[in-house]
Structure formats: structure tokens, C-alpha cells
């Protein structure tokens, strides 16, 4: 929705409150206790109460906003931004429209919500043609590690010490329809994009069998660490390709590496390798969700007030 239109929907706190009950009420309430889901709501202490153990469970608790002290239309306006920009915002240039005095919890409950889409994506894997590749994204290290690779030699590409090694993968299917919009012979579907840790064999085998259905065929180029991928998918075809043709083999793969680094260095300066799969969560969640329209609003305040949405964002993926 456009910002006129979040204005005469949320015009206060009531109407986003309103609005998180609804969709609460729509997705259910799971009972911490006994997991019972059928509860009453007590209107003056706004809780609901669990009709076979009595236990109690707040309108927050179990949602992404629990342990948050922060209004809810605080909530609503970032999800609206969040949603609404193709590039996104940043936690400062939030706090600056919210014009709340503190940073730390407004970069949290950004957070969150990047928390909240990765792990949505997460439950549904690619298929048909996927292609798969690895990029690297600049990152800032901690301070330790910085101490640590002060005296290591400078790399670039694989083994860069400023670069995170990110696993690409874009599903994608064959485009014929007679107007293409685009060059490309296949039309582009979903993307993923997954932190690794290092470029080892096990390393992309894991995340291919986590992020990929087996009924795929899978596009590489001739790397040794994707030799094993045959085992976990329906077809692997590699093709042994020059960094000057890279691009015409895998299209699409390179295309969202492309558009994720511009979107993020036009609104992040410097992003943390602890906190990169956060930022290209939130990427990919928009791009595979480019249709939805103002519908993305109410998508990700439904994963919000989701039972299985509990994020502690202090864990480190």
C-alpha cells in the first residue's frame, strides 16, 4: 500500500493493535503450556486465556514482537517500509522517521523482521531449472577476527578475507512466449541466497539438499566443489565456461548477485558477515514476492504473528 493509504488505515496505536488481533485470531493461538488452541480473550487486560489449563498468553508473546516494549505502530510503520521500498531502509534512516531517541531497539526489531523473512523462505525449496553459483559480498569482520588476519596476505575472489562466499541459487523455467522482455532463453522464477562458510564439497552438498527439491535439474559451471551435486538432484549439468562467459551460462544467478550488491550498497555502507544472511534474506523476500503488491503488508505481518516465528537475534547464524 502507498504511505496515504497505511496513514488512513493505522491512523494510532488502536488500529495497528486491531489489526495484529485480527491477524492473531486469524492464524491462532498455541497454549506454551498444554498446547491447547482454543482460547477466550479478556478485553480488559488484553490477553488471551487457554479454555482447558487457564494459562495465560499475552497479545505479544509467541510473535516476533515478544520481549518488545516498542509501540505497535512503531512495528507497522517498519514492516510498511520494509515492504513498500524496492531497496529497503536502513535502522538510522528508520529511527529518523519514527523519531524514536534510541538506536538499539529499532536496528533489533529490524532485525527481527529480516529474521522473520528468512525464515518464511525457508520453508519452501527451488525446483525446476535452478541455477547455482557462489558470490562474494564485501562484509566487515568483528574486531577479533580483524586482529586475528592482520598479519594473513590480502586475497581476492575465493579465500578473500573482506568477502563473504555467498551460494545463488535462481529457479527458473524455459520462456516461450513469443514477446520477451528480456535477452535470456529462460524465464526467472525464485531466488535464494545462503552465507557459507567455506566453498568445500560438504558445504554446498548441505545447502543443496536443504534449499533444492530433488526433482530439479540443476545448472553449474565445472568447480570441483559441485561435482557431487548429481547425488542429491534429479540432473546436474555442468559446463565448463571463461569468467568472460560466466554470465551467458548463468544468466539469471548472476543477474540477482548484480541487483542484491547494488541494493545493498545503496542503503547499507557496511554490513557484518555475522548479519550478511539477514540483508539477503530480506533481498530475496521481496524479489520473490515482486508481484504481491500491497499484499506484502499483510504476508509478512502474518509470518509475524506466526507460532513458529520465535527469534532470538542475538543467535548468530
Known amino acids: 500500500m502507498n504511505l496515504i493509504k497505511f496513514i488512513e488505515n493505522f491512523p494510532d496505536e488502536a488500529s495497528c493493535k486491531l489489526k495484529f488481533k485480527e491477524m492473531r485470531d486469524q492464524e491462532g493461538v498455541v497454549c506454551r503450556k498444554c498446547q491447547g488452541t482454543e482460547h477466550y480473550w479478556l478485553s480488559t487486560i488484553e490477553q488471551y486465556q ?9 497479545l505479544r508473546s509467541g510473535t516476533v514482537m515478544q520481549s ?6 512503531h512495528w507497522f510503520i517498519a514492516i510498511h517500509l520494509m515492504t513498500s521500498t524496492k531497496k529497503g531502509f536502513s535502522a538510522l534512516e528508520l529511527q529518523k522517521q519514527i523519531g524514536h531517541k534510541f538506536y538499539e531497539p529499532i536496528w533489533y526489531m529490524v532485525q527481527k523482521l529480516r529474521k522473520t523473512m528468512g525464515l518464511r523462505d525457508g520453508k519452501y525449496q527451488l525446483d525446476k531449472i535452478v541455477e547455482l553459483d557462489e558470490g562474494f559480498f564485501e562484509s566487515v569482520d568483528t574486531e577479533k577476527a580483524k586482529e586475528e588476519k592482520q598479519d594473513e596476505e590480502k586475497k581476492r575472489g575465493r579465500g578473500s578475507q573482506k568477502q563473504s562466499p555467498v551460494m545463488v541459487m535462481a529457479s527458473t523455467v524455459h520462456d516461450f512466449s513469443t514477446k520477451k522482455d528480456h535477452k535470456k532463453p529462460t524465464k ?10 567455506n566453498m568445500k564439497s560438504e558445504t554446498v552438498e548441505k545447502i543443496v ?3 533444492i527439491d530433488y526433482n530439479s535439474v540443476v545448472k553449474t559451471d565445472r568447480y570441483t566443489s559441485y561435482n557431487k551435486i548429481k547425488d542429491h538432484v534429479w540432473s546436474h549439468k555442468a559446463r565448463k565456461v571463461t569468467a568472460n562467459e560466466v554470465e551467458k551460462a548463468l544468466p539469471w544467478v548472476h543477474t540477482m548477485i548484480s541487483n542484491a550488491k547494488r541494493s545493498l550498497l545503496g542503503v547499507h555502507h557496511m554490513i557484518s558477515k555475522k548479519y550478511m544472511q539477514d540483508y539477503l534474506d530480506e533481498f530475496c523476500y521481496k524479489v520473490n514476492r515482486r508481484y504481491f503488491g500491497e499484499n506484502m503488508f499483510d504476508r509478512l505481518l502474518i509470518a509475524c504473528v506466526s507460532e513458529n516465528y520465535k527469534i532470538d537475534i542475538k543467535d548468530s547464524r
Open 209 to 211: 539438499q536443504e534449499n
Open 68 to 73: 518488545s516494549n516498542l509501540p505497535f505502530r
Open 50 to 58: 487457554c479454555k482447558a489449563c487457564k494459562t495465560r498468553t499475552t
Open 188 to 197: 526467472f522464477r525464485y531466488v535464494k541466497m545462503v552465507v557459507m562458510e
